[in-house]
């Protein structure tokens, strides 16, 4: 050990910055992901029984995957070693499981390998990991922000334990921020702080459960303004503060991940639902994250005949002028009238009976026997037609007084189309019972 070795690892945690230095030194210390991590749930338990094989961890980005790693190989007694997926080849790959081997071969001493970003791995690459995480070799702790059932071999995942973390709550935020500021070792604890009660509610919120996003933007005011305190007088942490140490948050949103997917999953259940003030929520998240309005558009042209329907058959003509509106007027503008659609849309009455028929229609034509088309419907205006008898006994409806010409055109007696009692499927519903009336006695004759 060097004489320096003590100014050198002060220096390098000087420079540190304050979500790094604020890492938890003990699983005591961890907060958050309590639905595992909590007295008698599945990772403590593995923990506490020397149990620990390996696992992925699945989550937003500063929930605590890293530094649970880390935590892990502590409570395992196990060699930590980290790989970046970004950054790392087979070779590298190869070499570091090779001197895992020899020090379990030589120590007995199990290697805990925390891959970072592990669905950046490609498939050679992952495959590389497998005999070693299956016969033991390695505790393998994979970090990743993607759905690892979509970008992780599924033989990796069925050998490994997946944990999704959740986002970090309020209160978890706030615990951590008040234990930056009283940490006189680690944290901002040498400066006086006076940290005001909106300002905390503020970082705590904005964040969006990211502690790395929060601690940093503690770090940046307290910084900025450590000149103003001194012993007498504290560095007054105001709401004001706040908002100019954090400026504008980063929307966490992927457009081809699961955020994508659960955003409009939200949206359309919303607008299903009949709550516009949901569902503008949702529209603005993935506005903000950037979502292309045109997939916005055409789901809201589908939902408009799948949810509403003939219970207002103004809801499609509106959806489709929206989507043309969107071609022509392009953001910012456009998002008026993603609005005044998706509003529109859930206030509507709701209708999926048009849904429901040509799904059953469909299923049947698939999975029964193919009706023949009636003689009397068939074209006859090809050659030899009429010979056959095609057209033959055909009524034109319009020949009738109501235009309703009473004759079978099915062959079979099908009920696909069941309208509601809401908005203009009343009315409908009201026609569609004399209609139906009106043929069954032409099938009877």
Known sequence: MSLFDAGERANRLEA???????????????????????????????????????????????SGKTTLARLLAGESRSHFQQLSAVAAGVKELRELLAAAYDRLSAEGRRTLLFVDEIHRFNKAQQDVLLPDVEEGVVILVGATTENPFFTINSALVSRSRVFQFQPLTIDDIKTLLLRAIADEERGLGRYNILMHDDALQFLAEVSDGDARQALSALEVGVLSSADRASEKVPLE?????????????????DRQGDAHYDSIS??????????????LYWLARMLEGGED???????????ASEDVGNADPRALPLAVATAHACELAGLPECQLNLAQAVIYLACAPKSNSATTGIYEARADVREGRLLPVPVHLRDAHYGGAKR??????????????????????????????????????????????????????????
Request: cysteine-free; charged content about 30%; proline content about 5%.
């Open 16 to 62: 540190q910055p304050l979500a790094a230095r604020m890492r938890p030194r003990s699983l005591d210390e961890f907060v958050g992901q309590r639905h595992f991590l909590g007295e008698g749930k599945l990772l403590r338990r593995l923990l506490q029984a020397d149990r620990l094989g390996s696992v992925i961890f699945y989550g937003p980005p500063g």
């Open 237 to 253: 942490f105001t709401r004001q503060l706040a908002e100019e140490s954090v400026q504008r948050k980063a929307i966490q949103y």
């Open 266 to 279: 939200a949206l359309i259940k919303s607008i299903r639902g009949s709550d516009p003030d949901a569902a």
């Open 293 to 303: 309005v045109r997939f916005l558009a055409r789901r809201l042209v589908i939902l």
């Open 388 to 445: 056959l008898g095609h057209g033959a006994g055909y009524q034109y409806a319009h020949d009738t007084p109501d235009a309703v010409a009473a004759q079978d055109y099915l062959g079979v007696e099908k009920e696909y189309y069941r309208p509601t009692n809401r908005g203009f499927e009343q009315e409908l519903a009201a026609r569609l019972e004399y209609l139906r009336a009106k043929l069954r006695e032409g099938k009877q004759k």
